[in-house]
């Protein structure tokens, strides 16, 4: 699925929101006011209510449904999605192992904070790299670290 905008330079408090909107679900930019996701129902949805907040901003936009020229057209935008998720699960296992050596209570917040960041995460993933296991064990191995601190 592809959307297709633009919207006005100012104010350019516009731009941010619908921007951060669009990174939360995961979108892959294929150009500037180009950027392209999985066609499901959430991501249609999600899309579709984008489209018409960028028409309220007093921007336009098309929504369109698209099959890739090639596969390996596609394989390289599924690619690009995956490695923007495994740096972020990398971030995660990383924060989860640095915490397990803080102060309980650092511990146990990191261990919240990254838990819903982990749902975050997961929620744009539309194809999970081998990194979300690490970073979902490495949140686990924190929470089984608190759990044992606490005996």
């Not at 979902?136 to 924190?142: C, E």
């Amino acid at each position: 699925m592809l959307l297709a905008y633009r919207i006005p330079r100012q104010p350019s408090t516009s731009r941010i929101t619908i921007w951060r909107k669009l990174d939360r679900l995961g979108v892959v930019r294929l150009g500037d006011g180009l950027v392209a996701l999985p066609a499901d129902a959430r991501t249609r949805e999600q899309i579709d209510w984008i489209a018409e907040e960028i028409g309220e901003l007093g921007g336009s936009s098309t929504v369109w449904l698209a099959v890739a020229g090639s596969a390996a057209q596609e394989k390289a935008i599924a690619t690009e999605m995956r490695a923007a998720r495994a740096a972020e699960y990398r971030t995660v296992a990383e924060q989860a192992e640095a915490a397990a050596s803080a102060p309980p209570g650092e511990r146990s917040r990191t261990m919240k904070r990254l838990q819903a960041e982990l749902r975050r995460i997961g929620r744009r993933d539309h194809f999970p790299p081998p990194e979300k296991e690490t970073a979902q064990q490495a949140v686990r191995a924190l929470a089984q670290t608190i759990v044992e601190s606490g005996r």
